[in-house]
Structures are given as structure tokens and as C-alpha cells.
């Protein structure tokens, strides 16, 4: 499997299984089928993008169980739930753990593929933003002792002069490491310095 976006759907029952399959083949979505939970847990890997569209009463593992399973793994793919016996109470259960949607069976097509769409979009952002801040990460392991407290006075508003008397350094070497802060994170301004670290915060 690679990391293109796919729709794992699992779903005990075959008829439905292979017809969301054929559906949403048709329509150009890569998908992977799923008899239980359970099979679904034994090989599926948080770095596969996609959603989930799952049952939610299957012998063995409920969909509320793997749901909750993924949650407690910290995985944050968007889950759609499908189920023929929709009530109040399992709808409230799924959308309070974080399903993105319920659909009820037999599922409107045309309903499950906007929210299909929805779903790949809100995972390819969450994705894109856990990039992003592995990357800012990255860029403070870079940074040393240092130029992690000038970063830090610069980033509460303090100016090379105050920075230079606080840290007993001339104000020359307030700049030289302000100028490699702003090189290590690859950024101009410190309007850009204040949002990494409110970001971070």
C-alpha cells in the first residue's frame, strides 16, 4: 500500500461491502475492504492517508470500539459511520468520539460521496499541517542554548540592546544569533519568529 488516499471501508456484510467498492471505484476512489475490525487493525499503518467507512455492528468489534481504538492510538483519520440501525443515542456516541458523519443503510450516493470528499480533504489537511510541524521541530532541534534565549526575548518583544544587557552578551552577538535563527527557520521577520512560537506553545 502507499501513501495515496484510500477508502477503507469495513463492512461485514459482502453485498454492501462490494457495492460501496464498485461505487465508489467507479467514481475514481482507490479503496481497501474490510470483513471486521479486527482485520482492519492487523494491517492497517497511521503514515496511509485516506478515510474510514465503517459499520457500526459487526460480530466481534463494534465500529464505536475500533473508533475509539484509533482515538486512544492517537490515529486521526476521518471516520464516516454506516449504519441500518441508526438511533439518537449511537449517533450522538459516534459524532461526541469524533465521526466526521452518519450515514444510515441503505446510503444515498450521492450523500456519501460529498462526504467522502470531506473527509480526504479534512485528512490531507490534518496531514499536511502534522508535516509542517514535524518540520518547525525539526528546526528548533537546530537551534542551540543560546539562540534558544535570544529567540525567546525576541519572540516577547524585547529589543538587541535589552537582549544584550539581559544575557551579558554585546548587542553584535544579539545580532548574530538572531540572524541564525531566522536562517534555521527559514524566515525573514519576526512577525514570522512570534507565530512559529505561539504555534508551538
Known amino acids: 500500500m502507499t501513501n495515496e488516499q484510500t477508502v477503507f471501508i469495513v463492512e461485514d ?3 454492501v ?3 460501496l467498492g464498485v461505487l465508489l471505484g467507479l467514481k475514481g476512489y482507490r479503496t481497501h475492504a ?3 475490525a479486527e482485520d482492519f487493525l492487523r494491517v492497517y499503518q497511521p503514515q ?14 463494534s465500529g464505536l470500539d475500533l473508533q475509539a481504538t484509533l482515538h486512544g492510538r492517537g490515529i486521526t483519520l476521518p471516520v464516516i459511520m454506516m449504519t441500518a440501525h441508526g438511533d439518537v443515542p449511537t449517533v450522538r456516541t459516534a459524532l461526541k468520539s469524533g465521526a466526521l458523519d452518519f450515514l ?10 460529498t462526504t467522502i470528499r470531506t473527509a480526504l480533504n479534512l485528512d490531507a489537511a490534518h496531514r499536511r499541517a502534522a508535516q509542517e510541524a514535524h518540520a518547525v521541530e ?10 534558544r534565549e535570544v529567540m525567546d526575548l525576541i519572540v516577547s518583544g524585547c529589543h538587541n540592546s ?11 552577538t544579539v545580532e548574530v544569533h538572531r540572524a ?7 524566515i525573514g521577520s519576526v512577525v514570522d519568529l512570534v507565530r512559529i512560537a505561539h504555534n508551538k506553545s
Open 13 to 15: 456484510d459482502a453485498a
Open 162 to 172: 535589552e537582549i544584550a544587557k539581559r544575557l551579558n552578551i554585546s548587542p553584535r
Open 180 to 186: 541564525r535563527v531566522m536562517e534555521k527557520f527559514e
Open 17 to 19: 461491502r462490494d457495492s
Open 34 to 36: 474490510f470483513t471486521t
Open 104 to 113: 444510515e443503510k441503505p446510503v444515498d450516493p450521492e450523500a456519501l460521496l
Open 138 to 147: 525539526a528546526r528548533f532541534a537546530k537551534l542551540t542554548a543560546r539562540e
Open 48 to 61: 496511509w492517508g485516506g478515510c474510514l467507512l465503517l459499520d457500526i455492528r459487526m460480530p466481534g468489534m
